[in-house]
Nanobody, 124 residues
Framework: QVQLVESGGGLVQAGGSLRLSCEAS????????MAWFRQAPGKEREFVAS????????YYADSVTGRFTISRDNAKSTGYLQMNSLKPEDTAIYYC?????????????????WGQGTQVTVSA
């Protein structure tokens, strides 16, 4: 069992930046790939980015490529999502997820473990 707790959300103006954190409990985090998803009001949850346990390919949704960066620190059991050049359409609840060994599995929209989410609001 892995528990995930996101933090770092908030209100920011368009063009600004935020850094989300996802702290995981349990020693197994370092063995799993992890991902970030988001869900805007009235929309389905969508994949944002995923990263392997160590090394390998990183994946981004087209809508965030070049603006968002996913990373992780396994020694701290923490994942991050650096979000730059934020747009009003990035407004959503952001969730971290883990439990798959392959980062590509998250593109199905599913995950064994989820955090509770953190709100990101970007004003125009």
């Amino acid at each position: 069992q892995v528990q995930l707790v996101e933090s770092g959300g908030g209100l920011v103006q368009a063009g600004g930046s935020l850094r989300l954190s996802c702290e995981a409990s349990g020693r197994t985090f370092r063995h799993y790939a992890m991902a970030w998803f988001r869900q805007a009001p009235g929309k389905e949850r969508e994949f944002v980015a995923s990263i392997p346990a160590s090394g390998g390919n990183i994946y981004y949704a087209d809508s965030v490529t070049g603006r968002f960066t996913i990373s992780r620190d396994n020694a701290k059991s923490t994942g991050y999502l650096q979000m730059n050049s934020l747009k009003p359409e990035d407004t959503a609840i952001y969730y971290c997820a883990t439990g798959f060994y392959s980062p590509t599995n998250y593109r199905t929209g599913t995950s064994p473990y989820w955090g509770q989410g953190t709100q990101v609001t970007v004003s125009a």
